[in-house]
């Protein structure tokens, strides 16, 4: 069976998916008046990715999602929810703009620690898997993790674009639990220094390139939290909304705990705790 609808929605840019996805809550809100509507736009992480951050592009992208943003607030006036609806503004991280790459599996490669044969990486004691502008590194045999972590960080640390490599004993410094407690968890951190991108490339005769040449992205998010420009924006208007008031930091993990709050519903198992700071008192704290 031929579905044209979904067809036609799949050949869509990124900028008409964020349109449709807008129109479609714009849509249930006026037409079903419902209890929470999460709306999840992408355009904004697609060029920040692709042409940078504090770009004119990424700029236009900010201005497009502030239209979008302003089309779901016509719907909840149009509703004649106003009054009654609180719009929580969130994002899951910043971004930072990076020109150049790190290569961590070239130098891996040439320290004889994996195997690349015909351009494919054929087998592997050591391997980065890159997440932005972290390096994920895992050793192949649990026996000589160790070991083998710890002469990655010497390897590293002190090469152009390595910002600190993090053993296990220092992964409750970043919320990871420690690879004997959790088998999925990386051997070590790398950690690029801003303005670097890691790249899984294992192809490349130098650890340092353009981001072009490395194919990562001229912009990049994942780096540790502690990095400034990794800070999104949490913003709470409306409903049950303390005015004013301005937060002074609110962790990702707050947010679902402060909707149930706002929703009088009961949410016990959440790590976080609801931002008590932003709720007004007409909220029962
Ligand atoms: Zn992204």
């Given amino acids: 069976m031929r579905d044209e609808t979904h067809a036609t929605f799949r ?3 990124v900028v008409g998916l964020d349109y449709v996805w807008t129109e479609a809550a714009c849509h249930l809100i006026r037409e079903r008046k419902p209890h929470l509507t999460l709306v999840h736009l992408l355009n904004n992480d697609a060029t920040h990715h692709r042409r940078g951050a504090q770009t004119q ?3 236009t992208a900010n201005a497009y999602a502030d239209m979008c943003v302003s089309r779901i607030i016509e719907a909840i006036d149009e509703a004649g929810m106003r009054e009654s609806t609180t719009i929580i503004l969130v994002a899951d991280h910043g971004f930072t703009l990076t020109p150049k790459a790190i290569r961590p599996n070239v130098l891996l490669r040439k320290e004889g620690l994996l195997t690349v044969e015909g351009g494919k990486l054929t087998q592997a004691q050591v391997h980065v898997i890159p997440e932005g502008g972290l390096g994920f ?3 192949t045999n649990p026996a000589k993790a160790p070991q083998e972590s710890a002469e990655v960080r010497k390897i590293f640390m002190g090469q152009e ?3 600190d490599v993090l053993l296990p004993d220092r992964f409750n410094e970043v919320g990871f639990p420690h690879p004997r407690e959790y088998g999925q968890v990386p051997d070590a951190i790398l950690v690029a220094k801003d303005g670097y991108g890691v790249s899984g490339s294992v192809n490349g005769e130098t650890l340092v ?3 072009q040449e490395a ?6 998010h994942g780096f540790l939290a502690k990095l400034q420009k990794m800070n999104a924006m949490c913003i709470l208007s409306g409903a049950g909304i ?3 008031g301005k937060l002074q930091g609110a962790d990702n993990t707050a947010v679902a705990p402060t909707i149930a ?5 009961k949410y016990p198992y959440a790590d976080g705790k609801p931002l008590s700071d932003a709720l007004d008192a007409s909220i029962d704290q």
Avoid: F, P
């Avoid at 194919?215 to 990049?220: F, N, P, S």
């Avoid at 709050?261 to 519903?265: F, N, P, T």
């Fill in 57 to 59: 592009d990424s700029y």
């Fill in 137 to 139: 590194v895992y050793c």
């Fill in 215 to 220: 194919q990562t992205a001229l912009g990049t």
């Fill in 11 to 13: 050949k869509a840019s």
């Fill in 161 to 163: 674009g390595v910002a």
């Fill in 209 to 211: 390139a353009s981001y």
């Fill in 242 to 244: 303390r005015s004013g």
């Fill in 261 to 265: 709050k706002l929703l009088g519903i």
